[in-house]
T-cell receptor, first 113, second 111 residues
Framework: GQQLNQSPQSMFIQEGEDVSMNCTSSSIFNTWLWYKQDPGEGPVLLIALYKAGELTSNGRLTAQFGITRKDSFLNISASIPSDVGIYFCAGQLKAGNNRKLIWGLGTSLAVNP | DAGVIQSPRHEVTEMGQEVTLRCKPISGHNSLFWYRQTMMRGLELLIYFNNNVPIDDSGMPEDRFSAKMPNASFSTLKIQPSEPRDSAVYFC?????????FGPGTRLTVL
């Protein structure tokens, strides 16, 4: 099925460093979502973006909806050990009742204390 | 508030056996999604329901997989007969608008 191009695939950083990851698509989306998955759990929503160019923050997290509506990035500032996990981007193109999300393959983040 | 509830959390079965996974969505949500997650293929949407009606089942791998939603508070995903390649984590998610809320998943191992 269709997937988003998410990069990097994995990151290993030192505590306190900033992190950046992004997603690109050949399709235009109306909504971009960023989720985090902890081991043994389901993904949890971090940030939702609804307008092209929108920049939204949630604590140390900042995400932007690209102007072309084909990309998005997520930044984490001053990383801490509990940021460890897999981060997923997801795009949605609403058409009628269609609420289907298209998912990236994830960015696995490891933080060295 | 109770989130999405899935059962069982873990299932180990032998090839050829029938497997039934269960999901209780968040009360008031009108959309329900079944996903499969593997290392190789990531999160794959299998099927989703809107107001208990299947809207898109294009992700269902083959006829061995079936899903039902008899009412707004319950859904099942059945695999019959199961095969080793079905081993994965199966997630159920529900939503009212854009945000999908995921359950803890069922880890299925088919020997």
């Amino acid at each position: 099925g269709q997937q988003l191009n998410q990069s990097p695939q994995s990151m290993f950083i030192q505590e306190g460093e900033d992190v950046s990851m992004n997603c690109t698509s050949s399709s235009i989306f109306n909504t971009w979502l960023w989720y985090k998955q902890d081991p043994g759990e389901g993904p949890v929503l971090l940030i939702a973006l609804y307008k092209a160019g929108e920049l939204t923050s949630n604590g140390r997290l900042t995400a932007q909806f690209g102007i072309t509506r084909k990309d998005s990035f997520l930044n984490i500032s001053a990383s801490i050990p509990s940021d460890v996990g897999i981060y997923f981007c997801a795009g949605q193109l609403k058409a009628g009742n269609n609420r289907k999300l298209i998912w990236g393959l994830g960015t696995s983040l490891a933080v060295n204390p | 508030d109770a989130g999405v509830i899935q059962s069982p959390r873990h299932e180990v079965t032998e090839m050829g056996q029938e497997v039934t996974l269960r999901c209780k969505p968040i009360s008031g949500h009108n959309s329900l999604f079944w996903y499969r997650q593997t290392m190789m293929r990531g999160l794959e949407l299998l099927i989703y329901f809107n107001n208990n009606v299947p809207i898109d089942d294009s992700g269902m791998p083959e006829d061995r997989f079936s899903a039902k939603m008899p009412n707004a508070s319950f859904s099942t995903l059945k695999i019959q007969p199961s095969e080793p390649r079905d081993s994965a984590v199966y997630f159920c998610a529900s939503s009212l608008r854009d945000t999908q809320y995921f359950g803890p998943g069922t880890r299925l191992t088919v020997l």
